[in-house]
């Protein structure tokens, strides 16, 4: 049976301190989590040593929400895989479409930071999805395809145990739009079968896919009812404890 994966990504929002008094706050909302339920927390770069101090050994666990494709070197600005090691970072958040639409991060750049970062040890999310223009245009299956087997390329049987994806329909993020539980349950369908094709069926089936895309504390319920969807990624709602606990312990 596949676990939930809840994750709230913090983007570039709080300083240190309001982070640490956040998760504080965080941390007696939610804890009581159900067992087949895991939590992760992204917050800002600056944040992840405060943050992670004050959720080691709770039922909290910390992400990252970039990472760069190389050891070490002459690249600044960047954060490595041993500094997110050092701090207790155990997921990471890639190819999120702010780093693809903005930054210009390329499926083959976005492959290089997923395949190192499971060489490292770490838990990669690899986030895919469609802009509204590919899905009014119904490219939806096609862009997501292409975004999978290019971002899975060198990917093992054994690492994908380690891997999670996101779908997160670009149109849906932030902008207060959210796709129907039905359609996410298609996309999130579609994924699992692209999945069984480029590996197996044992891998598809226990492979967590979250949805990402205005997820609210009013929405969660009726998104997690479907067999497909395996937890959220969420954005704003994760600003605030008491929306963020509530997507926690949906029902």
């Known amino acids: 049976m596949r676990k939930y994966l809840i994750a709230g990504n913090w983007k570039m929002n709080m300083t240190t301190t309001e982070a640490k008094k956040f998760a504080k706050e965080l941390l007696n909302s939610i804890k009581n989590v159900k067992d087949n339920v895991t939590v992760m927390i992204a917050p800002p770069f600056t944040a992840l040593d405060g943050v992670g101090s004050l959720i080691k050994g709770s039922v909290i666990k910390l992400g990252a929400q970039n990472i760069n494709e190389n050891q070490d070197g002459a690249y600044t600005g960047e954060i490595s895989a041993d500094m997110l090691l050092d701090l207790g970072v155990e997921y990471v958040i890639i190819g999120h479409s702010e780093r693809r639409h903005i930054y210009g991060e390329?499926?083959?750049?976005?492959?290089?930071?997923?395949?190192?970062?499971?060489?490292?040890?770490?838990?990669?999310?690899?986030?895919?999805?469609e802009l509204l223009a590919e899905r009014e245009a119904e490219k939806t299956n096609d862009v997501i395809k292409e975004q999978l087997i290019k971002g899975l390329n060198g990917v093992t049987d054994e690492q994908m145990n380690s891997l999670v994806i996101a779908y997160e329909p670009v149109w849906a993020i932030g902008t207060g739009k959210v796709a129907t539980p039905e359609q996410a349950e298609e996309v999130h369908l579609f994924i699992r079968n692209i999945i069984k094709e480029l590996y197996n069926k044992n891998v598809s089936e226990n492979i967590i896919i979250q949805y990402g895309g205005s997820v609210k504390a009013d929405n969660i319920d009726g998104l997690m009812k479907k067999d497909n969807l395996d937890g959220a990624l969420v954005g704003g709602a994760s600003l605030k404890a008491d929306s963020f606990s509530r997507i926690v312990n949906f029902s």
Not at 111 to 125: D, E, Y
């Open 106 to 129: 390329t499926n083959e750049l976005i492959n290089k930071k997923v395949l190192f970062t499971l060489k490292k040890g770490l838990k990669p999310v690899l986030c895919v999805g």
